[in-house]
């Protein structure tokens, strides 16, 4: 009974792989927003401003590190919890897979969200005239918690590791 349990248990974790592939199709949605932007923004861009162009692409920039974010969470979060990916001799194979533990990941995935927050906050300095100094203030509080939540699991798993 027990044995059967656990094997079931154990077995449960491919629930996970349809989340895994959903955020490969998320993934492939923010591409296709991604290249929208590009295309709608090329027309424009010999009348538009400098500070607008440095808007739409410190955009563009955000909308990669999101990529880049989904792309470590697949792929590190199948390996750690799922199986194994198993690449063929001779082709192209990422230098961190099979490295990004729990931990590594979850680092990674604060030290992401901080960038993301930090274009953010620049895109909210750069527009400072329309916003109201209270939202701006609120903008500079969410990134210093996301600074200070980043910086307290990087302590607490620099204090696990010893």
Do not use: C
């Not at 916003?131 to 500079?140: A, F, G, S």
């Amino acid at each position: 009974m027990e044995r059967a349990l656990e094997n079931m248990l154990y077995a449960s974790r491919w629930v996970l792989a349809p989340i895994y592939l959903g955020l490969s199709a998320a993934l492939v949605l923010l591409g296709v927003k991604f290249f929208q932007e590009v295309v709608h923004t090329a027309p424009l861009v010999v009348q538009m401003s400098e500070a607008d162009l440095v808007l739409v692409i410190l955009s563009l920039v955000d909308m990669a590190l999101v990529g880049g974010l989904l792309v470590m969470v697949m792929f590190s979060g199948y390996e750690n919890f799922i199986s194994r990916i198993d690449v063929s001799e001779g082709t192209e194979k990422l230098s961190w897979l099979g490295k990004l533990d729990a931990g590594s990941l979850k680092q990674k995935v604060a030290a992401s969200i901080v960038a993301i927050s930090s274009i953010h906050l620049l895109r909210a300095f750069m527009s400072a005239q329309q916003i109201p100094n209270d939202k701006l203030m609120w903008y500079v509080i969410i990134h210093l918690t996301f600074v200070l939540s980043a910086l307290g699991m990087a302590y607490v798993d620099k204090m696990n590791k010893h």
